[in-house]
């Protein structure tokens, strides 16, 4: 919703031909930045791969990708998310100390990218205020935000190809509604109220129910069951092991 990344990842992006083939060559570059061998060259590879993502948007304005403020704030969803999975995903309850260390961190993994740190806030709480100025000001229902809401609302889930294919005749019904949930529950409420993103109580209720599943699977994982190849590869080559 943010109207520089929403033109960028319409004019310059096949998202919407194939939104999960996209996903899924994405996230383990994120994750590399983090977990990787050499994070600092990946992050700056990375930043350089989004230099030819400018433009102008709908409205005539111009944009670009590496804008500081854009920049970082394609950052600022990831690093709200890992919180907020936290809290509705996992039955551990992180202090305010353990939320300014993830802040902390998640600034440490940005400046992997090489970028102007100077729209990145001191702390967890200018982050959050920053968050909230963003949802209440900058973001925007571009025609991006639209086709996504409207695909999360009116899209039906075939051939996820992270999913096993003895899956793909269910997928429809099964997995269409849990998609669409964890996508509109995952909004800031401030955002679903401002665009008016349909949303009820039954919802709320079942994504309530999705949350308490899913912590209590989570629960019963061992811990070095619980990160994917890259992380736990990094974790065997400096010598530590997986934490609750």
């Not at 930045?33 to 700056?44: I, N, S």
């Not at 999705?210 to 912590?215: D, I, K, P, S």
Request: contains cysteine; aromatic residues 10%; hydrophobic residues 40%.
């Amino acid at each position: 919703m943010h109207p520089a990344i929403g033109a960028g990842v319409a004019q310059h992006s096949a998202f919407f031909e194939d939104p999960w083939e996209r996903i899924l060559r994405s996230i383990p570059q994120i994750i590399g930045v983090v977990y990787g061998d050499d994070p600092e060259a990946l992050g700056r590879m990375v930043r350089d791969r989004h230099r030819a993502i400018r433009g102008r948007d709908e409205k005539g304005r111009r944009y670009d990708a590496t804008d500081p403020s854009t920049f970082w704030w394609a950052h600022a969803t990831f690093q709200n998310a890992i919180e907020q999975m936290i809290d509705r995903y996992d039955r551990a309850c992180l202090t305010p100390a353990g939320r300014e260390d993830l802040y902390e961190e998640g600034v440490g993994w940005y400046r992997r990218y090489g970028m102007d740190m100077a729209p990145v806030p001191p702390d967890r709480s200018s982050f959050e205020r920053e968050w909230e100025r963003h949802c209440r000001e900058v973001l925007e229902m571009t025609p991006a935000a639209e086709r996504v809401v409207d695909m999360a609302l009116h899209g039906r889930a075939r051939d996820l190809a992270f999913l096993p294919a003895w899956t793909r005749r269910l997928q429809p019904a099964l997995a269409t509604p849990l998609l669409r949930l964890s996508a509109l529950g995952g909004l800031p409420p401030t955002v679903r109220a401002r665009f008016a993103i349909p949303w009820s109580g039954r919802d709320e209720r079942a994504y309530g129910a999705l949350r308490h599943t899913v912590a209590s699977l989570w629960a019963r994982l061992p811990p070095e069951r619980r990160y994917g190849m890259t992380a736990a590869a990094a974790w065997r080559r400096h010598g530590g092991a997986p934490v609750r």
